[in-house]
């Protein structure tokens, strides 16, 4: 125990600022963080954004009993462009649940403390936000009350699923990362829920709070098989990090249609979405310790290391869209080549150069320690970013499919009203998700912050 | 319980007793309110206690007891014995029918009167598809896109059903006795004020009642009028011969032909069989490199255009020049006003050496919708290169009364302005849209006492006539008519009217105060009158089974070429020149509420449910004009409106106006589709109008086309080559490609023991003209999306004519080229499917599976020749019952959310393996005709088994043109292309 305090130590001090401004005890950490979520007087910040939220979450729900009456025709799809909103907004909400996990188990792994102020609210962003993007793969489809048909599930049609199609391989590698994210998440909470539970007068909270911390009584045995369990877990979404996203980056370099048939997509999606993941995280942090005065829990040098986080696996998705255009030419295909051309002088031009401005140039800023230091500037660039990374799913998605093989067959897609409306309605839904999970849970691992607190009353003891 | 009874009712009481209540307390009876015995002892009778109303509750013993009575009466109920009554099975079933299996009936269709003989398929009474009947010479086996949407005709829920009277419904008979009224007063005077108006009549049976009727009112005059009629042809023969006459050509005979400003592979009466005999020219295989040669003289551009070999555009009206000078060089002595074409001298003077040096082999085609004199010239050069007899040939008319039907119906105008006309019948026809706008015959029809109209639809004529009556469908009705030759062909019913409809011959036997007689009893008597020796009713049934009359082919007559013919022609002017043209689909806008004809692709334009104005990218340009801006184009003091539409190709300064649509009368299909262009059209310039004032008006239509994108990018899809390098280079098609060396895999190759299917496109004979779609959508339920759903690029054909252009844009080359599912070996679409919806059959058919489709559309976006069509919406019609009719019972109709797709019509295979399992034998080549092939004019596409190495599909696979589309990528087509093949003039060539 004591050679790991010093690690830790060590570490921050390597790192310089601190990860918990001073002056905060046991009891200040758990007073600040459980004072959210215990008071009895509900901000008005709250409710207001709450009600914002729910209301886009009820345009989610009107477009989508929309679209089961009338079909996906409502979209704007055609053929060629099979795809569109749809499938773009699922890849961009399976690359903003990235962040989460890769900050709590990645990072837990690699002993990296800092990630402790965010991963609560990182993991609960990645079950939204896991959740936001289920409903397109499902809504996507034609007949969508057969979804089922994607599984594996003994039938009277003696039909399994099939298993070389990468949209099979989706349903899986989400399901069980959404599986294995929420037990993550979960088997955190229990500690502080335990807390909450004899912390609140309420007596529905408290019995509420107790049946989710499951007995929890901070015995030494349960501290034990707790971090067991939470290592094990850690150890277990490690990999899922990696593959739901290479995955579902399969369901592009599988085809056959320049644009998408490309050995480069399964690390340049991952990066792509640790990158959307990172931006998201900054995206809402920034307003989260403004507005419930976190900013001694959730520290500069928490953003900091965000944005470097960010621009690093950047610069590695910049490196993927200098790779696509490499290929092309060295490949020598036509198709290939066209395609690389298409996209950079097509009709859909505006949207890629859009996308290298907000998800190339944009970021280059962070290098500047004045750009690191700015809490608004930090949030505008990552605002660029959760912009680019839409983009560049709209330009995979998009512009290879609208112009490919046959000339004949090329077309013009954009959205309706009805694609906005529900790709609106899922951002309606992962914040009001978002807003119950603030109101009801401790959004920052209370015990785990204590531990950083013991952290500096030692380094100031010596 | 009478009223008197003092003490049964007593209202005070039960007034009392009402107040006395509390909530809500219904009484059924001032009985049931007094609550006296009497009543209760009714109730007791009336319904009598339930046995478990005991005192003391249900017992369990009870409850026991009545379970187990009603158990045993309910198995008791099970032993009562069934009333003897007899049902009749269908052992002895109707002749012929069995259930499942189609009939097929021999009948005609006629479109401007011609008639074009078809097999309809019958299934359980109802036809659902029409094929060409290969006996019949207008058809030998195809057909045009009018006989495949036929049956949609008939279908249209929306078809004129009932009689009406000033717009009211009214029934057949008081029309009858209103329209005897009406002759009995025209008695005396002979039929002075009545007046028959139909369209072309090559029926014999309605010619003799027109001519019976006319005897009983000698005074009554018949006119003809169509828009789409032959007058140049016609005005164009009594200048050549003085007379009436018709014209057949030879195509398979012509070495070198020369088309001026026509189409005859379409639009033309006899196209489908020129189309075949132009095709047998043309195919090119290892063995044989004889190939004829087209040069095309074109304004609008045509189909014929895009298969010439030269082709040269001009405005219109410079056409009768281009042929004046043609003509003089072949020694015509052309003489008149008429000037000499300028420009493009090397052009004509190799023309005209061609020709000459095919003298007897050679043709001079004009356009159908050129002037008379071109036509004149035309026969005037035939005659002087020997071609008369070799590959023309003269018969005396089809047309029974060959009238030019401008000069008719002009005639029926200043009779029905003069006031004279008193009873106008319009037999078929809507002259109220489509008569030259100089006639102002919507005016003139208020000056006629009494108007009766017949036709499918209440149209814009119907509404200004008091009588509509609604007309039965070619396929509802009894009638003749005779073909581009003269063979007559008689029409029969393949199905009892839909609704109580009636056809021409009714309207004509009422008028002959005969209308009991029928329309069958009319045609059997016309042709018994005629029919000398032999048994009548074999005669009959032959005739009826074969579709056609055996021996009324007419004989070529000899004429006599009139020389020194004066002709006068002011030729092409400086301004801006329309052309008028039926619509290729819509026709005059009789088909106007034909969704399959509105939403099939027309030719070159690839427009969808409008029509446009359509000019070439320089005049555009130059007019500053862009696709769907609308232009207001006046002559005089005519104005129409109609979209700007950019068409490669096109003659400058000439604008082409598609004639048929803008109805204002018509369904909700063809409602608020296109502009009417009528309005423009006068009988002086039915078909070319000289110096139009075009202008921009602001305005702009959207307009969906089908195919956005019209050049190949460089890639190799349609390959073309002329014919000597092929000849000096046979492997010179396949160098244009890569193929991937087929041992390039890691897994073994698949076997195929039985059949492996495949077909082979000939894009040399491939005109373009759409049928294939049509006779696939019929044949397959495939639904109609809509403008809207078009344009948003969700048309649901799954055989589309993709069309290229290659060259300079004033005068491309266009390249037509069918694409379907290729049935690929390797399919992309098969291994994304993530529930196996579409899969590979033993026999290398791609197959889909409508039941299993979750749509997720993977299958559509991997294929890289995006055949695949999804149902975004429910676009079948479930509900529609006439529509219900329609359908094709082999096929499923998809509903909404499912993938569909070519499937080399799986259906048609199994009919053909269960025939060939039921005689034991293998299926032969050529048994299974997929619709697409079935229909085609030209025998383009060949469909069968790759395993049977004798089959005609193994044989063209190994041609030197065929070639497989995108093959690099390494899916394997079952589907491949015969290269385009060209046959240019070397004189021309080196300049």
Redesign the interface.
Known sequence: MADQVLDKKEHSHHTGAPLIEPGHSYGSVTDKISSIVLTRKTPVAWFLGFSVAFLLLMVFLGSTAYLLM????IW????????GFAIINFVWWIGIGHAGTLISAILLLLRQEWRTSINRFAEAMTLFAVAAAGMFPLL?????W??Y??MPYPNT?A????F?????WD?FAVSTYATVSLLFWYVGLVPDFATLRDRTKNRWAQISYGILSMGWRGSAIHWHRYETAYLLLAGLATPLVISVHTVVSF?FA????PGWHATIFPPYFVAGAIYAGFAMVLTLSIPLRKIYGLEDFITMRHLKNMAKVMLATGLIVAYGYMIEGFTAWYSGA?YEE?MILNRLTGPYKYVFWSLILCNVAVPQLIWFSKIQNSVVALFVVAMFVNVGMWLERFVIVVTS?HR?????????YSGTIWDWATYIGTIGLFLTLMFLFLRIMPAISIFEMRTLVTDDKKSKAE | MKNGKQDSIDLAKQQSELQQMQGKQYWRSLEELSDTPEFREFVEREFPSSPFDGGDGLSRRHFLQLMGASMALAGLSACTRQPNEKIIPYVIAPEHIVPGEPLYFATAVTLGGYATGVLAESHDGRPVKLEGNPQHPASLGATDVFAQAAVLGLYDPERSKVVRHLGQIDTWENFLGALAGELASQTTSKGVGIRILTETVTSPTLANQIQSFLGDYPAAKWHQYEAVGRDSFKRGAQMAFGESVDCQYDFEKADVILSLDGDFLSQMPGSLVYARQFANRRKVAHDSHTMNRLYAVESSPTLAGTMADHRLTMKAGAVVDFAASVARKLGVDVRGSIESHSGDEQWLESVANDLKGHSGRCLVVPGEHQTAEVHYLAHAMNDALGNVGNTVSYTQPVEINPVVHAESLAELAGDMASGVVELLVVLAGNPVFDAPADLNFAELMAKVKTRVHLGMYEDDTAELCHWHIPQSHSLESWSDARSFDGTASIIQPLIAPLYATKTTHDILASLKNESGKSAHDLVKGTWQASHFGGNFDDFWQTSLHDGLVAGTQFASKSVRLRTGVHLDTAGATSGIEVVFRPDPHIWDGRFLNNGWLQELPKPLSKLTWDNAALMSPATAARLGLENEQVVSLTAGERSVQAPVWILPGHAADCVTLNFGYGRRRVGSVGKGCGSDVFPLRTSASPWIAADVNLEKTGEVVPLASTQDHGSMEGRNLVRSANLQELVQHPELIHDMGHDPDPSLTLYPEVEYPGYSWGMVVDLNVCTGCNTCTLACQSENNIAVVGKEEVLNGREMHWIRIDRYYEGETENPEALHQPVMCQHCENAPCEVVCPVAATTHSDEGLNEMTYNRCVGTRYCSNNCPYKVRRFNFYKYADFETESLKLLRNPDVTVRSRGVMEKCTYCVQRINLARIDAKKEGRDIRDGEILTACQQVCPTEAIVFGNINDADSKVVTLKADHRNYGMLTELGVKPRTSYLAKIKNPNPELVES
Do not use: C
Not at chain 1, 164 to 168: D, M
Not at chain 1, 404 to 412: H, K, Q, V, Y
């Open positions: 009338k079909g996906t025709g704007g799809l055609n053929v060629p462009v099979g795809w996507h489809m034609g007949r969508p057969l979804f048909w994607l049609m039909l399994w699923p099939q070389r199609s990468p949209l099979v349903v369901d599988m085809g056959i249609i036509e066209f499919l490919d093989f046959l000339p004949s067959s090329w077309d013009m």
